[in-house]
Every structure is written in structure tokens, then in C-alpha cells.
């Protein structure tokens, strides 16, 4: 099949290349550019696993083509932590215990960003809102929620300084 010309920005690096018009964001996350911190779970867009954010929203990266993608901004869970420190909702996450097999972490953090990006000090439903999507074999969801809450505090903090 023909390959189709992309360039995007993953994490801060532009990448160019070329993909095969039928391949998932996801494959190209994974596969192509070896960012496996992204899971694949049901493939379906009803999981919450694939989760990244596109142009600063959480998408799910099963049910969209990379060709989709062109020219757009993709941050992955491997882009959230600085050189040196945590992201913040990374940090939580550990502090709270809110990690258990970790399979739905990746995107629960990328959309923990994303939520606390838009409402720096959400309530709990808009916790429960955003994450509501992402499903939990371990049912961790309390200890997200009030993680997410801890790192919204961090990050007021932060602006603060
Ligand atoms: S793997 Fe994409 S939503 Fe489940
Ligand atoms: S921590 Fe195991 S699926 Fe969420």
C-alpha cells in the first residue's frame, strides 16, 4: 500500500515520516516510534488505555489514524515528566498509592493532565467525569480521585513560587 508523508510533534520532538494510510496512532506510537508506555487495550475506543493528548486533549489513539494526525501535537505518557521531576499527577499518583497493576495508568495520567489543564482545581465530579471513561480492573478509583485533587494543590503551588 502506498505510504502516506506525516510530521508531527511527539513529546517536543518533530518527527517526519511516512506511514501506511490504515495504521492506528496508536500503532505508530507503539510500534513505529517504540513509545509502549501507551497501551493497547480493546482497540475499540472504549477502554481509556490508548489515551494521549492531541493538540492538548485526551484522544484515543486506537480509533485514529496516524495520517489523522498530521501536523497536530502529541503528548504521550512518556512526555509528561521533566528532565529531572515527575509531573506533578505522576508524583500523586505514586504518594496516593493510586497504582495497582498500572495497565490503565498511562492514560489515566495523560487525562489527569489534560483535566487539570483545563480546571486547576476541579471538583470531585469533574474528577470522576474525566477519568469516569478509563476502565480500572483493580478499581482504583478513589485513590485517582483524591490524587488528582493532591496534585492539583501541587500544581497552585507551583504558580505560586
Ligand atoms: S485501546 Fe483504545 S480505548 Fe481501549
Ligand atoms: S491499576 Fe490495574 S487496571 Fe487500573
Redesign the pocket.
Known sequence: MRKVRVCMQVNGLRIETEVDPAQTL?QFIREDLGLTGT????????????TVLMDGKPV????ILAVEADEAEIITVEGLAGEEKLHPVQQAFIDHSAVQCGFCIPGVLVASKALLDRHPDPTEEDILEALGGHLCRCGGYKAMSEAVKTAAGAMAEQVKL
Open positions: 496508536l497501551k493497547s487495550g480493546c482497540e475499540n475506543g472504549e477502554c481509556g488505555a490508548c484515543r489513539s486506537c480509533i
